[in-house]
């Protein structure tokens, strides 16, 4: 049995944390990395700085940037779609969470440097199996309409996410909180439906303030997925009250809906009573500027709004250009990838697709289609960014390959494949696959592109045979393949199916040493690579703006909006 | 002459029937997709057969078409998936603010292109003449996409004059309106200014507008009192279908400017697939183009002494 490892104040910590100073120390670990796994694993963010602080002999707290005092008071006006805000558990984007997440607030927190801190929970521990997670509740924290927040809460919205009557898209970010039942039904050919329901006793409560899960497998992120966005912690009696967040907005959060009109605007006032650090900004308001991009950086240029949710690349000269605007950055591990289904023809073949492979250059198509702005793919879907990232060779352009691969498998004089486009995150896409349609030509492969509207895309994604996907950010590499390459996953777009491949990546997801994890992925890596379902032209960065008076803003990877740090010039 | 009325009322309330079923066909023959887009991705099977149930959808069709009819007429579009009111809530706002455009551009375009127009055509082949013409054909073959960003690019970030979008978050303002405007009037006059100058030319060309002349009329009194009446027919009938055109005519430049206008509705509606609206938007759109027809068929008949029923 592993020795009991407590720290000063008697909290026990994690046996693994005394190994993870000790790869600091010999630098297999960066700080990064160090404080992102300490935190995990319940060490308080505070505690995690000090001992990577102590390891390094860096100080403990960084020296402030601009030595300008925030100021109080000013109100934050925001170009950002205004969506329904009825229901946290079933919010469906991140513009809806924006809002919301000024009134509703969760668990835990993933900051824009991708570290995660306690929250409404004042810390965690995990079990050395990572199956039972102890959430220790903050105390003295109120809701808006007087009551205390308490374990009761949470109990009630984990099971409310993992009822399938909800129907919350928690219920598979939570899959190892829920289990399969046969709901007693035949469908029309006679199989039994089956349904979904909370396992028995996954969710329990300690004492007043204390929660502890009990996962049917291992999991590694639960701090993290409980800060996405669908996660926001309702009040007990939401559902006894109407249901209906816009219309009875009781949360723990520093601000109150003063209005909320959909496609029109939102405005949050500062309240009175909140738990956390007063916040500078007396009121954000959201300003719903249609759909159309360009115009929502001609409302930041005529100042009509302080800041806006995003732009696109081809608006970065623009975007710079502007006086008294500020251009953030964020690198994340957003992507599209041009995915064909191993089922179908003519990509049942091996040699098809890693001869459409062997067409592309990576680098080039970043530089054509985004700018150089973020990172080359490398076509197995783990980012850079991502701690269990492992170096593979880079890949390179090899017509001769392409060539002999087509001929070998019976198309000596070349192929047609055409690729459903749907810009869903952008025109780069089209651009991406433009230029790759050309890099195809001398293998012979004519790459028909079919550009169809986003909507029209979301309901061919998982069905067409070639398409290109966007994927959005994880903060984990594994949390990406186990969601869109492990056999039969309901978003496994390329139908990809290899055991090999689900028996890496098992083992690689029950590792918590990133180093061991990273040697897994080695091999988790190369066999998607190499099995070319999945061909990824560049990991992108994002862009957001602000005007110049904008202080103590930084763009999150996955645009979640937190305003409490913000303060106006 | 209350035949004719009758008949194109006919037509009208004909067209509107049709489009209606068709409508009807495309949105909702399916209905498990229905219950998709309304209870979103991850309902389950169960949820959406309840929904269905409850909202009558397993009903034959013919009795789902009329009863959605139904309360169509009396004004029951549905609840809107995206904005969780009923759709009318919405619609009726958003359709008075692209009014208020649409009327903001017609004060302009009107007074403008009448005018342009009497000068062009009084004297056909005049400098005058040549130089209106031109002018009206350039403007009018900038579609409006190119010339918002233009008008955008000056008026907005190098001049720094005017606000880039027109959301009016902050209560109605005219500054805010100043741009739409500004597109809709540069493309739409210079049609309207054509026709009214080749209506004009023609009547200049008539014999009775010689013989005023000739019989040593004043030169001003030969176009008020002669040559006008009779050359604003046509423009008449090319304004009426302006409204028309302004219904549609507007989802570029609302979008491009953020106006909480129809367009924009509209736009967004087919976008996030909320069918309720959609269908709502797509029959005032309807009701639109062929109730100004009829009108303007009506008043030409009015205005065109030719044109008489017995």
């Known amino acids: 049995m592993k020795k009991e490892i407590k720290d000063e104040n008697g909290k026990r910590v994690h046996p693994y944390v005394p190994e993870l100073c000790e790869q600091l120390r010999k630098g297999e670990l960066d700080r990064r990395e160090f404080l992102r796994t300490a935190t995990l694993l319940g060490v308080s963010a505070g505690a995690a700085y000090g001992m990577a602080g102590k390891i390094l002999g860096e100080p403990m707290v960084k020296e402030a940037a601009a030595a300008e005092d925030p100021k109080m008071g000013g109100t934050l006006r925001w170009g950002m779609q205004v969506q329904e805000m009825t229901d946290p558990a079933k919010f469906d984007w991140t513009e809806k969470s924006n809002v919301a997440r000024h009134i509703v607030e969760y668990l835990c927190r993933t900051g824009s440097d991708n570290i995660t801190r306690p929250y409404l929970a004042e810390g965690w521990e995990a079990s050395d199996d990572l199956k039972t997670w102890t959430f220790k509740l903050r ?5 808006s309409n007087g009551d205390d927040f308490n374990a009761d809460d949470v109990v009630f ?4 996410w993992l009822d399938p009557k909800t129907g919350s898209s928690n219920i598979g970010l939570f899959a190892s909180m829920v289990e399969e039942i046969d709901t007693g039904k035949k469908d029309d050919k006679g199989n039994a439906v089956m349904g979904k329901r909370m396992t028995a006793g996954a969710v329990e409560k300690i004492d007043s303030h204390t929660v502890r899960l009990n996962l049917n497998s291992a999991v590694l992120s639960m701090p993290e997925n409980l800060y996405n966005y669908p996660t926001a912690i309702v009040h007990r009696r939401f559902e006894a009250e109407g249901g209906d967040l816009s219309k009875n907005p009781v949360g723990t959060g520093a601000y109150a809906l003063a209005e909320h009109r959909v496609g029109d605007k939102a405005v949050l006032k500062r309240r009175d009573g909140y738990w956390g650090k007063k916040p500078f900004l007396d009121e954000i308001v959201y300003v719903d500027l249609g759909e159309d991009r360009a115009a929502w950086l001609a409302a930041l240029a005529s100042k009509q709004v302080d800041g806006i949710y995003q732009f696109d690349v081809n608006q970065l000269d623009m975007a710079e250009r502007l006086p008294g605007v500020v251009v953030h950055t964020a690198t994340t591990a957003q992507t599209a990838i041009a995915r064909m289904q191993m089922d179908k023809a003519p990509f049942d073949d091996k040699r098809i697709r890693q001869a459409v492979q062997a067409c592309m250059d990576h680098e080039k198509l970043l530089q054509l289609a985004y700018r150089g702005k973020g990172a080359p793919g490398e076509d197995h879907h783990v980012s850079p960014i991502h701690p269990e990232y492992a170096k593979l060779p880079v890949q390179k352009q090899d017509y001769a390959k392409a060539k002999k691969l087509l001929a070998d498998a019976g198309h000596p004089n070349g192929i047609q494949i055409t690729i459903d486009v749907g810009n869903t995150s952008g025109k780069w896409e089209l651009d991406a696959m433009q230029a790759f349609r050309e890099q195809c030509k001398p293998a012979g492969i004519d790459l028909v592109l079919n550009v169809m509207p986003s909507s029209q895309y979301w309901e061919v994604w998982d069905k067409t045979p070639f398409g290109f996907t966007s ?5 984990l590499g594994v949390m990406v393949l186990n969601l869109g390459y492990r056999s039969g996953v309901p978003w496994n777009e390329s139908h990809y199916n290899n055991p090999a491949f689900d028996k890496a990546l098992d083992e690689a997801s029950a590792i918590l040493d990133v180093n061991e994890r990273r040697k897994k992925m080695e091999t988790v890596q190369s066999i998607l690579q190499d099995d070319a379902v999945a061909l990824q032209p560049l990991w992108r960065a994002v862009f957001t703006a602000t005007s110049d008076k904008v202080k103590g803003y930084s763009t999150h990877p996955t645009f979640y909006h937190q305003f409490n740090e913000v303060w106006l010039a | 002459m209350l035949i004719f009325m009758v008949r194109r009322f006919g037509t009208m309330v004909l ?3 049709v489009v209606s079923l068709l409508l009807f066909l495309l949105l909702e023959i399916n209905i498990g997709s229905v219950a998709i887009k309304v209870l979103g991705p991850y ?6 057969n309840i929904w269905l149930e409850a909202n009558g959808y ?6 789902r078409y009329f009863s959605w009819l139904g309360n169509f007429i009396t004004g029951d579009f549905g609840d809107s998936i995206r904005f969780k009111v009923p759709v009318g809530e919405i619609l009726w706002p958003r359709l008075a603010n692209t009014g208020i455009l649409g009327l903001a551009t017609m004060l302009v375009v009107i007074p403008l292109s009448l005018v342009l127009g009497v000068l062009a055509g009084m004297k056909e082949g005049s400098n005058l003449d040549r130089g209106i013409s031109v002018g009206s054909i350039v403007t009018t073959s900038i579609p409006e996409f190119a010339s918002a960003p233009l008008l955008s690019a000056i008026f907005v970030f190098y001049l720094d004059w005017l606000p880039g979008t027109s959301s009016m978050a902050s209560g109605f303002s005219l500054v805010q309106l100043v741009l739409p405007a500004m597109v809709l009037v540069l493309y739409d006059f210079g049609y309207v200014t054509r026709m009214t100058r080749a209506s004009m030319a023609e009547v200049m060309m008539t014999h009775y507008i010689r013989t005023a002349v000739l019989k040593g009329l004043p030169y001003k009194t030969v176009i008020t009192r002669h040559a006008l009446r009779n050359a604003l027919i046509a423009p008449f009938t090319v304004i009426m279908l302006q409204i028309n055109w302004l219904l549609s005519g507007v989802i570029v430049v ?15 509606a087919s976008l996030t697939k909320d069918i309720f609206m959609i269908e709502a938007c797509a029959m005032v759109a309807v009701f639109v183009a062929v109730a100004t027809q ?6 030409y008949t009015y205005l065109n002494p030719r044109i008489r029923f017995a």
């Open chain 1, 139 to 143: 105390k003295g924290v109120k809701w």
């Open chain 1, 157 to 160: 919205n984990f099971t409310r």
């Open chain 1, 471 to 475: 994927w959005t950010h994880r903060p």
């Open chain 2, 15 to 17: 067209t509107m029937v």
């Open chain 2, 43 to 48: 309902s389950s099977e169960e949820q959406r």
């Open chain 2, 58 to 63: 397993f009903e034959p069709f013919y009795i």
């Open chain 2, 254 to 268: 609302e979008f491009f400017f953020a106006y909480k206008g129809f367009g924009a509705l509209l736009l967004e």
């Open chain 2, 294 to 299: 009829t009108i303007a068929d009506v008043g």
